[in-house]
C-alpha cells in the first residue's frame, strides 16, 4: 500500500475544490505549528474528560447533555480552528476532538456505545508530528492573536 505525503493529499483537495467550483469555499488554512500546540495544550485534559464521558455513554447507553463551560468553549473553539491545518492527522484529530466535546454539551444522535468507542480510538492514539513535512504558513507564535485571527477568518 503506497502511502501519500501531506502535499498530495493537499494537491487531490485543491482538485477537488475547483471541480466544486464557486459553491464552496474552504476556510482559510491554518499553521501546523499552531495546530499542534492546541493539541499540546488542550489534549490530555479534554481527553480525560471525554473519557469520562464515554464512560457514562458506555455505563448508561444514552446520551446526556454536559453544562457548556468557558474551558470547554475555549477547546471546542481551538480545536476547531485547529482542525483547518494542513496536516490530514492532525487535522482530523482536532476536528474529531471538537465534534465530540461539542457533542457533550449538545447531546448526541445515534448510538451511544458506538460514540462512546469512536471516542475512545480517538483519545488512545498521541499524534506524533512530521516536522519536516508541517507547514508554518503565517503562525508567528502568538498563540492567542493567532487563534483570534483565524476565529474572526472562520466566521466571515
Known amino acids: ?18 471541480l466544486l467550483g464557486d459553491e464552496y ?7 501546523d505549528y499552531f495546530a499542534y500546540e492546541v493539541y499540546e495544550r488542550y489534549a490530555s485534559e479534554a481527553n480525560q474528560f471525554l473519557l469520562g464521558y464515554a464512560n457514562i ?6 446520551y446526556f447533555d454536559v453544562e457548556e463551560t468557558h ?5 471546542i473553539d481551538a480545536f476547531e480552528v485547529a482542525g483547518n491545518c494542513n496536516d490530514v492527522l492532525l487535522g482530523c484529530t482536532c476536528v474529531m476532538t471538537a465534534y465530540y466535546l461539542k ?5 448526541g444522535t445515534g448510538s451511544a456505545i458506538a460514540s462512546a468507542a469512536t471516542i475512545l480510538s480517538i483519545v488512545k492514539e498521541t499524534y ?10 503565517d503562525y508567528d507564535g502568538n498563540y492567542d492573536a493567532y487563534l483570534t485571527q483565524k476565529m474572526e477568518e472562520y466566521k466571515k
Do not use: C, Y
Not at 469555499?25 to 499553521?31: A, D, F, G, L, M
Open 57 to 62: 455513554l458506555v455505563k448508561t447507553g444514552r
Open 103 to 107: 457533542e457533550a454539551i449538545q447531546g
Open 128 to 137: 506524533r508530528p512530521h516536522e519536516n513535512e508541517m507547514e508554518r504558513l
Open 1 to 18: 500500500m503506497a502511502f501519500r505525503t501531506d502535499a498530495q493529499l493537499t494537491e487531490e483537495l485543491t482538485a477537488l475544490d475547483a
Open 71 to 75: 474551558k470547554l468553549r475555549e477547546w
Open 25 to 31: 469555499e474552504p476556510p482559510p488554512p491554518t499553521s
